[in-house]
């Protein structure tokens, strides 16, 4: 162990300074790496997640939850959990911009019939689905202060709207017409409706329970849940799936208390 030892320190001592610094951040980013999970945004479209090495914390069982949830729902496929917005640049152009990240988003299409004697279109009119969302985002450290919960809750009304990178699988035509046997994906980036976001925290947070509840009481398209520190992810894709259910599938808002 001492041969092992006072041979590291050879080495060290031989190798110049900038090349240590960037030998130990390249050693470091790579212990980050094997330790943190990949976020969903990273995978190819449609394909599931795949985590890394490494023990699954908290956030990591939420996002798998709504992987998890997203499934089950057969929500629509996104390249990534992230969120987009215009933006007015210098000039005469308009720009994209993230306004945040998140743990998860489930998605579905919903149509809107009926309605109003003037509001309700001709039958010669063609009417898009409606695309309602439900932002999934956890809240431990984050949340023992209000302004970043706040942030997340607000950020459903971002003047120029919220839109994701859908994945659509399409079919591939051959050149006699008849269908392949493989689709193709294809990205499109779409403006969501009608967003609710849910908070995920632990039972044992009671300063993060207490300003998530001034929090969603402000901002009334937003509620939260709370589950044991060691609550698996399949526990929390059940209570997503029984709160947002008949939001993306059937009647009624989410089961916000």
């Known amino acids: 162990m001492l041969t092992i030892t006072l041979g590291l320190a050879a080495r060290l001592a031989s190798m110049p300074i900038d090349g240590l610094a960037r030998r130990w951040g390249a050693e470091e980013k ?6 943190r999970p990949t976020p969903a945004g990273d995978q190819l479209p449609g394909a599931p997640t795949a985590w890394r090495k490494g023990p699954m914390t908290f956030k990591s069982n939420v996002k798998a939850a709504a992987e998890t949830a997203a499934k089950n729902l057969n929500c629509l496929k996104l390249r990534t959990v992230r969120l987009y917005t215009p933006y007015w640049k210098k000039g005469k152009t308009y720009g994209w911009m993230s306004p945040m990240d998140t743990d998860g ?10 309605g109003t004697k003037t509001g309700t279109p ?14 999934i985002q956890s809240e431990e450290a984050t949340g023992m202060t209000k302004p970043n919960p706040y942030g997340k809750a607000s950020v459903v009304n971002v003047p120029l709207g919220l839109w994701v990178d859908r994945v659509d699988w399409v079919d591939v035509l051959k050149k006699d017409g008849t269908k392949k046997a493989k689709q193709r994906p294809v990205v499109t980036r779409a403006r969501l409706d009608h967003v609710w976001v849910m908070f995920i925290t632990r039972d044992d947070l009671h300063g993060v329970h207490s300003n998530l509840e001034v929090v969603t009481t402000a901002h009334r398209d937003s509620w939260y849940v709370s589950f044991p520190p060691n609550a698996t992810a399949a526990t929390m894709a059940e209570k997503i799936d029984a709160d947002v259910r008949g939001f993306l599938k059937g009647k ?3 089961k916000a208390p």
């Open 30 to 35: 790579d212990i980050e790496q094997e330790v």
């Open 105 to 114: 988003i489930l998605v579905a299409e919903r149509t809107a019939e009926g």
């Open 122 to 135: 001709p039958t010669s009119v063609k009417v898009p689905p409606l695309l309602v969302a439900v932002l």
């Open 252 to 254: 009624g808002r989410p």
